[in-house]
């Protein structure tokens, strides 16, 4: 799998060929010096140039037209195949991203997304609503903001399962 440190050693490659080229390539390489400043800014790089690799690449096409523009853009030969490399990576990664999901991966993203929401809802009835509540009533107040927090999730299901039989076609029998 293609991960940050794949997609930085790339553009390290284009960084060096383009400056080893010369002056005619010093600004190509300050861009991919700007990208590569960039990604290592980053929180979660990871995630970053998932976003980045989607954008670029939504299909197949938009990989080959920007190849295409690179090839006729630099006759250099070295120069092309650095840059068709670090494309390549983030092409991978896009077909990877923009693939459809199965239904076990669905269910585990989606009970993933619902256990920080558990999470979250926890530290926040901790952090506010026991805040000001005297002692003696903690544990009540604790638990209705947990009731509230669980009648939410459910109507939360409820919407996502109605949205799920929604989508698909009706049977020709009905």
């Given at each position: 799998?293609?991960?940050?440190?794949?997609?930085?050693?790339?553009?390290?490659?284009?960084?060096?060929?383009?400056?080893?080229?010369?002056?005619?390539?010093?600004?190509?390489?300050?861009?991919?010096?700007?990208?590569?400043?960039?990604?290592?800014?980053?929180?979660?790089?990871?995630?970053y140039?998932?976003?980045?690799?989607i954008?670029?690449f939504?299909?197949?096409?938009?990989?080959?037209?920007?190849?295409?523009?690179?090839?006729?853009?630099?006759?250099?030969?070295?120069?092309?195949?650095?840059?068709?490399?670090?494309y390549?990576?983030?092409y991978?990664?896009?077909?990877?991203?923009?693939?459809e999901r199965?239904?076990?991966?669905?269910?585990?993203?989606?009970?993933?997304?619902?256990d920080d929401?558990?999470?979250?809802?926890?530290k926040?009835?901790?952090?506010?609503f026991?805040?000001g509540?005297?002692?003696?009533f903690?544990?009540?107040?604790?638990?209705?903001?947990?009731?509230?927090?669980?009648?939410?999730?459910?109507?939360?299901?409820?919407?996502?399962q109605?949205?799920?039989?929604?989508?698909?076609?009706?049977?020709?029998?009905?």
């Amino acid at each position: 799998m293609v991960d940050h440190k794949d997609i930085e050693l790339a553009q390290i490659k284009v960084i060096k060929t383009a400056l080893r080229k010369g002056k005619r390539y010093d600004n190509l390489a300050k861009n991919y010096g700007e990208y590569l400043k960039k990604l290592r800014a980053e929180k979660n790089p990871n995630d970053y140039i998932k976003t980045v690799a989607i954008k670029m690449f939504p299909s197949e096409e938009a990989y080959n037209l920007r190849l295409e523009n690179y090839r006729s853009r630099y006759a250099d030969k070295d120069l092309c195949a650095s840059l068709e490399e670090l494309y390549e990576l983030y092409y991978h990664i896009a077909k990877e991203e923009n693939r459809e999901r199965s239904d076990e991966e669905i269910e585990q993203m989606l009970r993933a997304i619902l256990d920080d929401i558990i999470e979250d809802a926890n530290k926040n009835i901790k952090k506010v609503f026991l805040a000001g509540v005297a002692p003696e009533f903690r544990q009540e107040a604790y638990i209705i903001g947990l009731k509230l927090t669980l009648d939410r999730l459910a109507q939360e299901l409820e919407f996502a399962q109605k949205d799920d039989c929604s989508s698909k076609p009706a049977s020709p029998e009905q």
